[in-house]
């Protein structure tokens, strides 16, 4: 069986949801630790040439993470994960906004709900994401920004970083 380090994406508009399905060659833990812990986030999160900077994170039930997307002149897009139920190795669900610098929700946008659920496989881990949006113009608006090729784009920064480990 070959690994498949392809990103799948698919969308049902109608109800809201974007789900993308990807498979890393890396223990089940290699790769928790990798959507987790705020220094290997930092380096695979952001598609190059943008790179990711944590200001603060509390990987628990009820904390965050509050991070910049950094541009390659310096322009800082911050966003906000609050975690909403952690399974340790399994999944964890959350919620994910645009924010400022002080982690103040952004108006303009709705927040999405991600459930990011982990499974151990013969040669590695499979990653399923589900996205939920409050509505379809939301989705949109998500997907017009880039959200694949970006998504896409961090999945391979991750592959290279755990050949690394």
């Known amino acids: 069986m070959t690994m498949e380090k392809k990103t799948k994406i698919s969308k049902d ?11 890393f060659a ?3 833990e290699q790769v928790w630790n990798a959507w987790t812990d705020s220094n ?3 380096q695979w999160w952001a598609p190059e040439p943008w790179k990711a ?9 009820g ?3 509050l991070y910049a997307m950094v541009g390659p002149d310096g322009t800082e897009q911050w966003a906000r994960l609050d975690y909403i139920s952690i399974l340790l190795h399994d999944y964890f669900t959350a919620q994910d906004s645009f924010c400022d610098a002080e982690g103040n929700k952004n108006k303009e946008f709705s927040s ?19 996205i939920t949006f409050e509505n379809e113009e939301d989705m949109k608006k998500i997907i017009e920004m880039g959200f694949e090729e970006g998504f896409t784009a961090a999945h ?10």
Do not use: C, P
């Not at 508009?13 to 498979?23: G, H, S």
């Open 13 to 23: 508009t109608a109800n809201k949801k974007m789900t993308v399905v990807r498979e």
């Open 26 to 28: 890396g223990s089940l």
């Open 40 to 42: 290997l986030l930092d």
């Open 53 to 61: 900077r944590t200001k603060t994170i509390n990987f628990t039930e």
């Open 63 to 65: 904390g965050y993470w």
């Open 112 to 130: 999405m709900t991600w459930k990011n659920m982990f499974h151990a496989i013969e040669k590695g881990t499979k990653v399923e994401v589900e």
């Open 156 to 165: 391979g920064n991750l592959d290279r970083l755990l050949e690394k480990q």
